[in-house]
């Protein structure tokens, strides 16, 4: 029934039925069934765009799979990986076309004013030059020029994918 939910893409509906059924069932993980329930788990997450979990289902399954010697489940679980994989690099790449893009259209921006750039660390005159950009994907950036000795700039930059829920217990 999972997997005709989510060839439906009723993928809200297959993820109600495989994940308390994946919980239920996890005493007995070896079982042909059970790992095949695990299987379209990982896919309904996929289908989903949940892609750190499509992979975090996905790599218990790969195991007892090979284990049990299923190589349909197998097969069918090492597709939804490597797609999921495959999703997440061009998310990556798209986050890093968007960040250039940015960066381009910052460098050709005007300069602020002399009287905002010498002023008082006062918010008003920080926000004053604040770049407030939204990217494609709806991240939101925020940049403070700031003139460098000798036009080099050494940044660090932690970003933290996900909410609240998805970081629990991490």
């Known amino acids: 029934l999972g997997r005709v939910l989510i060839n439906d893409f009723r993928t809200t509906a297959a993820l109600a039925l495989l994940e308390p059924a994946a919980a239920e069932l996890a005493d007995l993980a070896g079982d042909a069934g ?7 788990l990982a896919r309904a997450y996929l289908v989903a765009d949940d892609l750190p979990r499509a992979i975090e289902v996905a790599d ?17 679980t090492l597709v939804t990986k490597g797609m999921a994989l495959a999703m997440l690099a061009e998310a990556d790449a798209r986050r890093d076309r968007d960040l250039a893009s940015v ?23 920080i926000e004053a ?37 998805s970081k629990m217990n991490r």
């Open 34 to 40: 059970v790992v095949e329930v695990g299987s379209q």
């Open 60 to 76: 218990p399954v790969l195991e007892a799979a090979e284990h049990a010697n299923l190589r349909e489940i197998l097969a069918d």
């Open 103 to 125: 960066s381009s259209s910052l460098a050709h921006s005007s300069e602020p004013s002399r009287s905002t750039r010498a002023g008082s660390g006062a918010p008003a005159n």
């Open 129 to 165: 030059r604040v770049i407030r950009k939204t990217l494609p994907g709806g991240m939101q950036l925020a940049l403070l020029p700031k003139k460098t000795r000798g036009g080099t700039v050494v940044a660090h930059l932690s970003l933290q994918w996900g909410d609240e829920d």
